[in-house]
């Protein structure tokens, strides 16, 4: 008997008492497990991911709108960043005027590079830092969750820039487990889930950040903002 006949002779034991005709969303699946998990405040939650943010070695700061813009410039400074990638629909709000405006007389120490669907992972790499928006930030495991959105742009400018400067809305954007995220989200929209900076161990257990993302997330939890829409 070759491998194959094996295989299908597997197959046909395990769909042995499956009706004829029947597809795979006809059985009733039961949803019967628990949404939330105990007892908290939306002050609660949000504290909850602040901690679980720094947990994953994520940097967590906090802001209000007015102060954004200074903050995320400051971040950039002490980077040494020069260029940053934004999304097309970032909020213009979230950018130093200076960025915005470069014949400003203040001046620019800071280049903006527009995501463009042509720029190649090569040219990524060369680009400092990224600054996005996400679509939903989970407390119980400090995982943020971006789906492509105007203000997230495309996987790839998360995933090669070293630095990602990322920015949750809260609470609007805070839910408190992954079952209350997933109805906000879209299943046929690209998803990545980030619990910190990319890492790894070798097989010594030596932490290695940096290997398939970000080797830096900075999260700023900016309050008293609702979410566009």
């Not at 042995?16 to 007892?39: I, K, Q």
């Not at 495991?141 to 809305?169: E, Y």
């Amino acid at each position: 008997m070759s491998s194959r006949d094996v295989v299908l002779a597997r197959v046909r034991r395990a769909l042995a008492d499956v009706p004829r005709g029947e597809g795979p969303s006809d059985p009733p699946v039961p949803r019967d497990y628990h949404r939330v998990h105990g007892s908290r405040t939306t002050a609660q939650s949000v504290e909850l991911l602040a901690e679980n943010l720094a947990e994953y070695r994520a940097i967590v700061h906090r802001s209000d709108a007015e102060g954004l813009p200074g903050l995320i410039h400051r971040l950039l400074a002490e980077r040494g960043a020069r260029t940053v990638v934004v999304p097309p629909g970032l909020d213009a709000s979230w950018l130093d005027p200076a960025w915005r405006d470069p014949s400003s007389e203040s001046g620019s120490d800071v280049t903006l590079v527009e995501d463009h669907a042509s720029s190649t992972p090569y040219e990524l790499d060369a680009v400092d830092s990224v600054l996005t928006g996400c679509a939903v930030a989970i407390a119980e495991t400090g995982t943020l969750v971006l789906d492509a959105g105007p203000d997230q742009g495309r996987r790839r400018i998360t995933l090669v820039p070293d630095h990602h400067i990322c920015v949750v809305r809260v609470p609007d954007q805070v839910v408190g487990s992954v079952p209350e995220a997933l109805p906000r989200l879209a299943p046929e929209r690209p998803l990545t889930w980030i619990s910190g900076p990319s890492a790894t161990s070798d097989i010594e257990l030596d932490r290695v950040e940096g290997v398939h993302g970000p080797r830096t997330l900075e999260v700023i939890l900016l309050a008293g903002s609702r979410e566009a829409g």
